[in-house]
T-cell receptor, first 117, second 114 residues
Framework: NAGVTQTPKFRVLKTGQSMTLLCAQD?????MYWYRQDPGMGLRLIHY???????AKGEVPDGYNVSRLKKQNFLLGLESAAPSQTSVYFC????????????????FGPGTRLTVL | AQSVTQPDIHITVSEGASLELRCNYS??????LFWYVQSPGQGLQLLLK??????LVQGIKGFEAEFKRSQSSFNLRKPSVHWSDAAEYFC????????????FGKGTTLSVSS
């Protein structure tokens, strides 16, 4: 049981390049979230999903797109990266899933550190 | 507006001393409250959570937190700090509705001196 995993762990992009961050969870959770963490700002919600095939915008969605084609995966895309998107990105998931966990308790991945030059 | 405030950006505590990290929230619905800890370069680990019932909740690593509705607070405490407790601590608030995202405070960095 790996929990929530994120790929890649680190990435450096040039301005204008595109990339996709992958989040995978093996707990059969319904709910998945993408946050970004910036110094002194805490975590801010980018996008989230309440089930396979559904996505919704969070607090800071501009410049990002997401997809949830499979229940276990939540992809975050940057179509044209900007220096302002330099951040640490965290994915989280919430139940009920296999263990019937509460849907309001989120489990976090280890993060992806992205630098845009 | 819904928000979480952690008034202390950085706290230094001597090893073996007691610790209290403050958290105040503003939330329209009945709040569900969480404390997470993040060690350097790591993800977030859930320390404890409050949903209802007893307002004093116990968590992992010897931490506890007390929910005070009248003060809109959920302060984190530990009676004796260990050097390994040095990390960043985040308070978060959510709702009972399934799928509701968490609102995080900006975090408090804890340093432990010997």
């Amino acid at each position: 049981n790996a929990g929530v995993t994120q790929t890649p762990k680190f990435r450096v992009l040039k301005t204008g390049q595109s990339m996709t961050l992958l989040c995978a969870q093996d707990m059969n959770h319904e709910y998945m979230y993408w946050y970004r963490q910036d110094p002194g700002m805490g975590l801010r919600l980018i996008h989230y999903s309440v089930g396979e095939g559904t996505t919704a915008k969070g607090e800071v969605p501009d410049g990002y797109n997401v997809s949830r084609l499979k229940k276990q995966n939540f992809l975050l895309g940057l179509e044209s990266a900007a220096p302002s998107q330099t951040s640490v990105y965290f994915c989280a998931s919430a139940g009920p899933g296999l263990a019937k966990t509460r849907t309001d308790t989120q489990y976090f991945g280890p993060g992806t550190r992205l630098t845009v030059l | 507006a819904q928000s979480v405030t952690q008034p202390d950006i950085h706290i230094t505590v001597s090893e073996g001393a007691s610790l209290e990290l403050r958290c105040n929230y503003s939330y329209g619905a009945t709040p569900y409250l969480f404390w997470y800890v993040q060690s350097p370069g790591q993800g977030l680990q859930l320390l404890l959570k409050y949903f209802s019932g007893d307002t004093l909740v116990q968590g992992i690593k010897g931490f506890e937190a007390e929910f005070k509705r009248s003060q809109s607070s959920f302060n984190l405490r530990k009676p004796s700090v260990h050097w390994s407790d040095a990390a960043e601590y985040f308070c978060a608030v959510g709702a009972s509705q399934a799928g509701t995202a968490l609102i995080f405070g900006k975090g408090t960095t804890l340093s432990v001196s010997s």
